[in-house]
């Protein structure tokens, strides 16, 4: 199924993964679940730039569509974003879970790029090596992994210079 192919997609499952993991249990933690908080945090905050930036601008929505639209780009990236700078968890973010954040979205990559190649659809226009040729698709899709390397080092950072969560 093509949905799942999206980026946005898998990123808002993410999120709603881990926030309902913290709904549960609010002192969560353990390597696997801080890879999945990170993941979840990192892809819905580049779902959301690279929208606002990219993909969104000159596209008009309505009705159902415009719902849905400000609800997977806009609204749950902007408050994940707040809720994680808000209620934490932290600390969470060691290099280990950095570096194994980025197994997802690389292999997201990968599969986006053998996927296209061999039926012909990518997810999304920047993406794809058949209309803008593979040089263009890999320099945009490395700008975006930069850029996601970048708010890693943003979010640990500021895990690091936060308040810690209760009972840390």
Known sequence: MRLFSYFTIQSNVLVLAAAASLTLRPDRDGPAWRVLRLDALLGITITGV???TVLGPGLQHSGVDWWV???VHYVSPVASVLGWLLFGPRPRLDRRTLVLAFAWPLAWVAWTFAHGAATGWYPY????ASAIG???ALAGTGAVLVAGVVLAGVLRLLDTRLPRSPGR
């Open 69 to 71: 639209n400000a609800a």
């Open 50 to 52: 690279v929208y606002a």
């Open 134 to 136: 593979v040089p263009a």
């Open 125 to 128: 226009p920047f993406l794809d």
